[in-house]
């Protein structure tokens, strides 16, 4: 089965750094794009980051400078490293890979299940 698991959530104080990993399995499809979400109690879970196969990022305004992300496309995993955290990162994050079936030109999306992330003094 489709399986995207995240790590690396937990408690860190702010200004701290946490680093999130997100490893993918049993996606039959080339994976395009893969990327992070977050998603506040009581608000819309939003983009983080993403990056291409090829290297492309791209970020959330909120956190340029300070999250950095990075895949390796043989392992299929995806990284998230986050510095200078605040309050307001306090989130889970979902983990996402998009993939696409280049026989049928159909594209499709996969999520985690979630890690908690919680900035706090």
């Known amino acids: 089965q489709v399986q995207l698991v995240e790590s690396g959530g937990g408690l860190v104080q702010p200004g701290g750094s946490l680093r999130l990993s997100c490893a993918a399995s049993?996606?039959?499809?080339?994976?395009?794009?893969m990327g992070w979400y977050r998603q506040a109690p009581g608000k819309e879970r939003e983009l983080v980051a993403s990056?291409?196969?090829?290297?492309?990022?791209n970020y959330a305004d909120s956190v340029k400078g300070r999250f950095t992300i990075s895949r390796d496309n043989a392992k299929k995993m995806v990284y998230l490293q986050m510095s200078s955290l605040k309050t307001e990162d306090t989130a889970v994050y979902y983990c996402?890979?998009?993939?696409?079936?280049?026989?049928?030109?159909?594209?499709?999306?996969?999520w985690g299940q979630g890690t908690q992330v919680t900035v706090s003094s």
């Open positions: 990056i291409t196969s090829s290297g492309w990022r």
């Open positions: 996402n890979a998009r993939a696409k079936d280049s026989d049928f030109d159909e594209w499709y999306d996969y």
């Open positions: 049993g996606i039959k499809f080339s994976i395009n794009t």
